[in-house]
């Protein structure tokens, strides 16, 4: 079973710029949650969706928002990116219920 | 609120020696799961382990193990003969089992070198 992929794998922006990250869970899984992981404040959840509602939230401003599709891919938006932006963003699938299993991440840094 | 306490940020030892990871939780939930992931330099985090809240029942699983403990809330990882290859930072994570969905509170982490 193909594990949890990510795209793209890196990405390099501007202030100011926006930037859409892609996630494709596991078959099967219906929940995708997101989390940025940075060296100051470690991994924080940024969102949760499962059957394309969103279910929980973490604490990050609008300028982050995502979505999921009928086929439980998912995608992040960040706009007006700012530097502290700049972070390893990974995706995780479940079953709903179960362990989360994580990508390998996109590594997005704002110039 | 809850929270995940690894007061352990680097540990260096010896191949072969034993080492354990330390964790701390917090949560006024009674029911809630408890985590282990290694993230090695590749970035990917990897599952390692689960436990629920009402399953005190240690593990042992090779050369892991671990020891959850309530009454001090507490979910400590020890790994046996330590190789080269367990090198990387190890996450231990928390998620309420009835509220807020799939959400995993992460420790801040702890680096383990383990050198030849």
């Known amino acids: 079973k193909a594990g949890v992929t990510q795209t793209p794998r890196y990405l390099i922006k501007t202030r100011g710029q926006q930037v859409t990250l892609s996630c494709s869970p596991i078959?099967?899984?219906?929940?995708v949650s997101w989390y940025q992981q940075t060296p100051g404040q470690g991994l924080q959840f940024l969102f949760e969706?499962?059957?394309?509602?969103?279910?929980n939230k973490g604490n990050f401003p609008g300028r982050f928002s995502g979505r999921q599709f009928s086929n439980s891919r998912s995608e992040m938006n960040v706009s007006t990116l700012e530097l502290g932006d700049s972070a390893l963003y990974l995706c995780?699938?479940?079953?709903?219920?179960?362990?989360?299993?994580f990508g390998p991440g996109t590594r997005l840094t704002v110039l | 609120a809850q929270k995940v306490t690894q007061a352990q940020t680097e540990i260096s030892v010896v191949e072969k020696e034993d080492v354990t990871l330390d964790c701390v939780y917090e949560?006024?939930?009674?029911?809630?799961?408890l985590f282990w992931y290694k993230q090695p330099p590749s970035g990917e985090l990897v599952f390692l382990i689960r436990?629920?809240?009402?399953?005190?029942q240690n593990e042992i699983s090779g050369r892991y193990s671990w020891n959850f403990q309530k009454s001090t809330s507490s979910f400590n990882f020890t790994i046996t003969a330590s190789q080269v290859v367990d090198s990387a930072v190890y996450f231990c994570?928390?998620?309420?089992?009835?509220?807020?969905?799939?959400?995993?509170?992460f420790g801040q982490g702890t680096e383990l070198s383990v050198k030849p």
């Open positions: 436990r629920n809240s009402f399953d005190e």
């Open positions: 995780a699938s479940s079953m709903r219920g179960n362990e989360q299993f």
């Open positions: 949560t006024r939930d009674t029911t809630y799961y």
């Open positions: 969706y499962f059957s394309e509602t969103q279910r």
């Open positions: 994570a928390l998620r309420l089992i009835y509220n807020q969905g799939g959400k995993l509170i």
């Open positions: 078959s099967g899984h219906r929940s």
